[in-house]
């Protein structure tokens, strides 16, 4: 089935969705997804079998590895996992799993095609709901990025209300939104950017990267998120700066001066929940722009 959408005032659809059905579905152990086995190396607390005893009375423990098989059977498989790192509740730690649906794709007319992602973050020691996030997955640069828009809120599900329905209302109401998100795609694609506010637009996410600490950044920094890594990401719409700047920032492609006056590289974002904090934000702020 081959879907167009189409939104007042636009004259061209940028981001038809294509939803392909009756394929031949990739094999859950293929290189494309992740087998229970490697989850198990890669994220432990994903298999934990019971809550932390600081849970409460009215806490019902689902491991989250029921969830990727309820998932599964929606078509939506594991492309990656990561937990945070802990030293105490070892095993009831938070952790992401990326899911991903072969069926599920945004074919851009120029050739950008992007896969819609389903990130979920989840706990065992009680202070975290099943929480899904929606995502997207660039092929061209194989670069996640994470939806932040006003009208598309991450959902959530209560370990003491889980059930398969209830996950299934909640994919569904996900994949209803995505009209949202390509409606996203299409103002950054049809905002263009002049050289000030593509600086501004730099300087912003780099104010984001360095909150919070002592580190300072130059103009170099802003010249340096602002460098193309590829030829699909040249140009001046926001769609193009947005991904080539949120790509330069999260992989660290520029360098920052301490506290103490010593230039170093900045390091690639490794912790998931800083990832997303920060994707949100730049994605946030793309979209204040557009609109």
Same mark, same amino acid.
């Given at each position: 089935?081959?879907r167009?959408?189409?939104?007042?005032?636009?004259?061209?659809?940028?981001?038809?969705?294509?939803?392909?059905?009756n394929?031949?579905?990739?094999?859950?152990?293929?290189?494309?997804?992740?087998?229970?086995?490697?989850?198990k190396?890669?994220?432990?607390?994903?298999?934990t079998?019971?809550?932390?005893?600081?849970?409460?009375?009215k806490?019902?423990?689902?491991?989250?590895?029921?969830?990727?098989?309820?998932?599964?059977?929606?078509?939506?498989?594991?492309?990656?996992?990561?937990?945070?790192?802990?030293?105490?509740?070892?095993?009831?730690?938070?952790?992401?799993?990326?899911?991903?649906?072969?069926?599920?794709v945004?074919?851009?007319?120029?050739?950008?095609?992007?896969?819609?992602?389903?990130?979920?973050?989840?706990?065992?020691?009680?202070?975290?709901?099943?929480?899904?996030?929606?995502?997207?997955?660039?092929?061209?640069?194989?670069?996640?990025?994470?939806?932040?828009?006003?009208?598309?809120?991450?959902?959530?599900?209560?370990?003491?209300?889980?059930?398969?329905?209830?996950?299934?209302?909640?994919?569904?109401? #996900? /994949?209803? &939104?995505?009209?949202?998100?390509? %409606?996203?795609?299409? =103002? +950054?694609?049809?905002?263009? *950017?002049?050289?000030?506010?593509?600086?501004?637009?730099?300087?912003?996410?780099?104010?984001?990267?360095?909150?919070?600490?002592?580190?300072?950044?130059?103009?170099?920094?802003?010249?340096?998120?602002?460098?193309?890594?590829?030829?699909?990401?040249?140009?001046?719409?926001?769609?193009?700066?947005?991904?080539?700047?949120?790509?330069?920032?999260?992989?660290?492609?520029?360098?920052?001066?301490?506290?103490?006056?010593?230039?170093?590289?900045?390091? #690639? /974002?490794? &912790?998931?929940?800083?990832?997303? %904090?920060?994707?949100? =934000? +730049?994605?946030?702020?793309? *979209?204040?722009?557009?609109?």
């Amino acid at each position: 089935m081959h879907r167009q959408l189409g939104y007042p005032g636009c004259l061209s659809y940028i981001y038809p969705i294509l939803i392909i059905k009756n394929k031949g579905m990739l094999n859950y152990t293929s290189s494309n997804f992740k087998s229970l086995e490697e989850l198990k190396e890669i994220a432990p607390s994903i298999f934990t079998t019971k809550g932390a005893e600081s849970t409460s009375d009215k806490y019902t423990h689902i491991p989250t590895d029921r969830v990727i098989t309820d998932m599964e059977l929606l078509g939506w498989k594991v492309v990656d996992a990561k937990e945070v790192k802990a030293r105490q509740n070892v095993g009831f730690q938070k952790h992401l799993v990326v899911f991903r649906n072969p069926d599920v794709v945004i074919n851009g007319d120029d050739g950008d095609t992007v896969y819609p992602q389903v990130l979920l973050t989840n706990s065992h020691d009680g202070k975290n709901s099943f929480t899904f996030t929606a995502g997207l997955f660039r092929m061209i640069c194989e670069n996640g990025l994470v939806v932040a828009d006003t009208k598309f809120e991450d959902f959530k599900v209560k370990h003491m209300g889980y059930d398969f329905e209830t996950l299934q209302d909640t994919i569904k109401e #996900i /994949i209803g &939104n995505l009209d949202l998100t390509v %409606e996203s795609m299409n =103002k +950054m694609k049809e905002t263009e *950017l002049n050289e000030e506010q593509m600086f501004n637009l730099a300087k912003s996410f780099l104010d984001m990267r360095v909150e919070g600490t002592s580190n300072k950044y130059t103009e170099d920094a802003i010249d340096a998120v602002l460098e193309v890594q590829r030829k699909e990401d040249e140009g001046n719409m926001l769609w193009e700066v947005f991904n080539r700047v949120q790509e330069n920032i999260i992989e660290g492609n520029f360098e920052y001066t301490t506290l103490g006056g010593k230039n170093r590289q900045a390091r #690639i /974002i490794k &912790n998931f929940k800083q990832d997303q %904090e920060l994707n949100k =934000k +730049m994605f946030a702020k793309a *979209l204040e722009i557009a609109d």
